[in-house]
């Protein structure tokens, strides 16, 4: 053997280049989405209705999880995604000197979150069942609208603080609920999105925050009747507001303070109710000295007074992106 042939061994085999491992992937995304890669799906589809029989999620139409008239509804519904703040009553403040249209000094002015669409009828369903059903096949209909609604958000906060890089934080899941389905809905949808690029551009998905043991669904703290360890004090749903903050309240770190001094976030979740979870993860972000400039969710729950009435009854709320969305109060 050569000097050269054992210098080679002697630093192991060569690492393939990263464009060659990126290769099948693409050449499989070719042949997915080109019409004889749709043929075969659509017949593979065709004979696992037939042996385990589906419904839409959405109507309970037969042979597919989400129906074509469904899906081209939801479609249009998260085309334009608004401004959803003003809803949300447990939002933190903005970034102080963050410049914000139609606000003026001494007002109160909620964090901007972004919504892809309002968290109702068939969006509403469909996100359940992706969540809680194990409708993980849902995961590539539901990342075109999260990846529409994070390059909004994005353009918007950028607008806003300058063209600065900012990762993508996404509200923590527990272990309870990683057990209970098997997996975090958020993070498939965002490891999809970063597999596919369409992240938006100088953005990466950064888990900084998490819920340290000893907390259950949601950030709910685990306790017995004796004040210790034991039963979950109840999810966040049908929750109010003051309940739903005080549920989550100092349920989230993001390590030692000053640790993210100069790290700019993007805060993403699924759905905005009253904005507590968000509220608590931008809390603990803040403590450990990063800035977030905004949130980005899925779908909002209709705000009372919302407009829902422009050129699109689907899109609810004017389709600029100035803050508001047809409320003229906070909840």
Same mark, same amino acid.
């Given at each position: 053997?050569?000097?050269?042939?054992?210098?080679?061994?002697?630093?192991?085999?060569?690492?393939?280049?990263?464009?060659?491992?990126?290769?099948?992937?693409?050449?499989?995304?070719?042949?997915?989405?080109?019409?004889?890669?749709?043929?075969?799906?659509?017949?593979?589809?065709?004979?696992?209705?037939?042996?385990?029989?589906?419904?839409?999620?959405?109507?309970?139409?037969?042979?597919?999880?989400?129906?074509?008239?469904?899906?081209?509804?939801?479609?249009?519904?998260?085309?334009?995604?608004?401004?959803?703040?003003?809803?949300?009553?447990?939002?933190?403040?903005?970034?102080?000197?963050?410049?914000?249209?139609?606000?003026?000094?001494?007002?109160?002015?909620?964090?901007?979150?972004?919504?892809?669409?309002?968290?109702?009828?068939?969006?509403?369903?469909?996100?359940?069942?992706?969540?809680?059903?194990?409708?993980?096949?849902?995961?590539?209909?539901?990342?075109?609208?999260? &990846?529409? +609604? #994070?390059? *909004?958000?994005?353009?918007? %906060? /950028?607008?806003?603080?300058?063209?600065? =890089?900012?990762?993508?934080? @996404?509200?923590?899941?527990?272990?309870?609920?990683?057990?209970?389905?098997?997996?975090?809905?958020?993070?498939?949808?965002?490891?999809?999105?970063?597999?596919?690029?369409?992240?938006?551009?100088?953005?990466?998905?950064?888990?900084?925050?998490?819920?340290?043991?000893?907390?259950?669904?949601?950030?709910?703290?685990?306790?017995?009747?004796?004040?210790?360890?034991?039963?979950?004090?109840?999810?966040?749903?049908?929750?109010?507001?003051?309940?739903?903050?005080?549920?989550?309240?100092?349920?989230?770190?993001?390590?030692?303070?000053?640790?993210?001094?100069?790290?700019?976030?993007?805060?993403?979740?699924?759905?905005?109710?009253?904005?507590?979870?968000?509220?608590?993860?931008?809390?603990?972000?803040?403590?450990?000295?990063?800035?977030?400039?905004? &949130?980005? +969710? #899925?779908? *909002?729950?209709?705000?009372? %007074? /919302?407009?829902?009435?422009?050129?699109? =009854?689907?899109?609810?709320? @004017?389709?600029?992106?100035?803050?508001?969305?047809?409320?003229?109060?906070?909840?």
């Amino acid at each position: 053997m050569s000097p050269g042939g054992r210098h080679r061994r002697a630093l192991g085999p060569r690492r393939p280049h990263r464009g060659r491992m990126d290769m099948p992937n693409r050449q499989l995304d070719r042949l997915l989405y080109s019409p004889a890669g749709q043929g075969i799906a659509a017949a593979v589809s065709g004979l696992a209705a037939g042996l385990a029989p589906v419904s839409c999620v959405a109507c309970g139409a037969p042979d597919h999880s989400l129906c074509r008239i469904c899906a081209a509804g939801i479609r249009r519904g998260t085309l334009h995604p608004y401004s959803a703040q003003e809803g949300a009553g447990a939002l933190p403040a903005a970034e102080p000197g963050a410049p914000v249209p139609g606000t003026g000094p001494g007002l109160f002015v909620p964090l901007p979150v972004l919504a892809a669409g309002v968290y109702a009828g068939g969006l509403a369903r469909t996100l359940l069942a992706f969540k809680n059903r194990g409708h993980t096949d849902l995961a590539g209909f539901l990342a075109p609208a999260l &990846a529409g +609604v #994070l390059q *909004a958000a994005v353009t918007d %906060a /950028r607008r806003r603080a300058g063209d600065i =890089p900012l990762l993508l934080v @996404p509200v923590p899941g527990t272990g309870g609920s990683l057990r209970r389905r098997g997996y975090f809905p958020l993070a498939l949808l965002l490891a999809r999105l970063r597999r596919r690029r369409l992240l938006p551009a100088g953005c990466a998905v950064a888990s900084l925050v998490s819920i340290p043991a000893g907390y259950g669904p949601a950030g709910t703290r685990l306790r017995s009747r004796g004040g210790g360890p034991a039963g979950a004090s109840g999810p966040q749903k049908g929750l109010g507001r003051n309940a739903r903050r005080r549920n989550v309240r100092n349920t989230m770190t993001a390590g030692r303070s000053g640790g993210l001094t100069g790290v700019n976030c993007l805060v993403v979740d699924d759905v905005l109710t009253t904005g507590a979870t968000i509220a608590e993860t931008v809390r603990a972000l803040r403590r450990a000295g990063a800035r977030v400039e905004g &949130a980005a +969710v #899925l779908a *909002a729950t209709p705000a009372p %007074a /919302r407009n829902t009435s422009p050129a699109d =009854p689907t899109v609810p709320g @004017p389709r600029s992106m100035d803050v508001g969305n047809g409320n003229e109060g906070r909840e």
